[in-house]
């Protein structure tokens, strides 16, 4: 009897592993340019599950459950091949770990799908396919794209019911997440998949269109490959140097000190330098787009991320000129920030006014009379963030500039090769200001 079901079990992960090794196959036939995706991701029967898992590296699968998915759907091994494999190119298991899973998890397992119904592939075509394919043209809409990130977003704003949860899951979810916590491990292939997701960007633009529809897959690939920012480093590179009043111990030399002590009474030989050089924000420009396309929450979470870099000790002068400058087509408010209580008021009880269209001239130009008015003892950096859709100052000026950006954006003006350009992570700027708001003292 022993023998018998151990003979069971050997036929079924050996007809599971053919099914696997066939949907590996089929893959590489029809889309070459996976082929060194194909080779990477690794697959390894794991008896017992009662799921498919993922950990970004591997495709667990459960034998007896493929075979009796296959037995309904032929091509299921197939699709659930692909979703885990558009999982790792498209980076979904790395740093999931900073953002909400349940939202993250549902945002990715749909936007793969919508990639897999953008090819319409015979090899991975499922009976409920229709059904996909109009659910996804109206969360489309709704959430201006089907990138994860764009759907995590949209999904943060306006929360899905459980009824529609239930829909997203029935229809998208192949394989469990649950590894995808494990940071430490991933980091070792982050690296080698991002090699792999650009060379097949490359290789897309050489991909027929007539046989498969790859424009879900380049606007995921583009998500997923763009250079991210670690603002908080950024912001303090961005600084002005000023002088701070405070004992200089990198040039004091204590052996004279001491030793003018001990030979001649109270008489040091030296006295300490009473200042130093210090990278500390003193003269500084925020300046804010308040279009219509800047919504007013994800506007503050910015600002908010940006005192909250600001405040650190060690990088805020004891007495500051900020100004925090709201402009859409024209300036609409100046706030000047002396000290942190006033910029804590603001946060508190400041508005966000203008919601007009957008033009970034009139800032530089306010910010030119605030100068010739002697506002500023000396100006070194300005920072505007905006969406990028605006009229760029023609002429360069004498400070730092840089244009903060939430999205990448192929459409927007390009700008200036004189200012910076930064694009930040949405979901990573209001988690962050709300993590660093909730740990302050109340």
């Known amino acids: 009897m022993t023998t018998d079901r151990t003979d069971r079990q050997t ?81 979904h298991g790395f740093g999931a770990d900073k953002l909400e899973p349940a939202y993250w998890d549902m945002a990715t ?95 897309l633009k050489s991909f027929s269109r007539d046989k498969n529809n790859a424009e879900s897959m380049e606007q995921n690939l583009r998500e997923a490959t763009r250079e991210r920012y670690d603002y908080t480093d950024f912001l303090r590179r961005f600084m002005v140097s000023g002088e701070s009043m405070q004992i200089n111990d990198d040039e004091f030399d204590y052996i004279y000190y001491t030793y003018g002590l001990d030979t001649y ?37 910015f600002l908010q991320k940006t005192y909250n870099i600001m405040q650190e000790s060690e990088n805020f002068f004891h007495r500051i000129n900020v100004h925090i400058i709201q402009c859409d087509s024209e300036v609409r408010q100046d706030i000047k920030i002396t000290e942190r209580r006033e910029f804590d008021a603001f946060m508190e009880q400041g508005k966000l006014t203008g919601f007009g269209s957008t033009d970034f001239r009139p800032v530089f130009e306010y910010v030119e009379t605030l100068r010739e008015a002697g506002e500023f003892d000396e100006l070194k950096g300005l920072l505007y963030f905006t969406d990028g859709y605006g009229v760029y100052p023609a002429s360069m000026p004498d400070y730092d500039v840089a244009f903060v950006f939430l999205h990448e954006d192929e459409n927007a003006p390009k700008v200036p090769p004189w200012a910076i350009r930064i694009v930040l992570d949405e979901e990573e700027l209001e988690e962050d200001a709300e993590a660093a708001t909730a740990a302050q003292p109340r």
Request: proline share 2%.
């Open 11 to 91: 036929q079924i992960r050996e007809l599971a592993a053919q099914i696997m090794g066939l949907a590996h196959d089929g893959l590489i036939i029809n889309m070459r340019f996976l082929d060194t995706a194909l080779s990477r991701l690794k697959t390894e029967c794991r008896e017992r599950t009662g799921a498919h898992l993922y950990d970004g590296e591997t495709l667990y699968y459960d034998p007896a459950l493929l075979l009796r998915q296959y037995k309904n759907e032929p091509h299921y091994a197939a699709r659930l091949y692909l979703h885990t494999l558009l999982h790792c190119i498209f980076y």
């Open 265 to 301: 009474g109270n008489m040091p030989l030296v006295e300490p330098l009473e200042y130093k050089d210090s990278n500390k924000i003193k003269d500084f420009v925020i300046a804010l787009d308040t279009s219509a396309s800047c919504r007013g929450r994800i506007v503050q979470a």
């Open 109 to 203: 397992d749909i936007a793969v799908e919508s990639t897999i119904a953008d090819m319409d592939l015979h090899l991975t075509r499922l009976s409920s396919d229709d059904m996909l394919r109009d659910r996804l043209e109206v969360l489309g809409r709704q959430a201006g794209g089907l990138t994860a990130e764009k759907l995590y977003r949209h999904f943060r704003i306006e929360e899905p019911s459980e009824r529609a949860k239930e829909e997203w899951h029935k229809l998208c979810h192949y394989d469990e997440h649950i590894y995808w916590d494990r940071k430490e491990e991933l980091e070792l292939s982050q690296a080698e998949w991002r090699r792999i997701s650009e060379r097949i960007k490359a290789d």
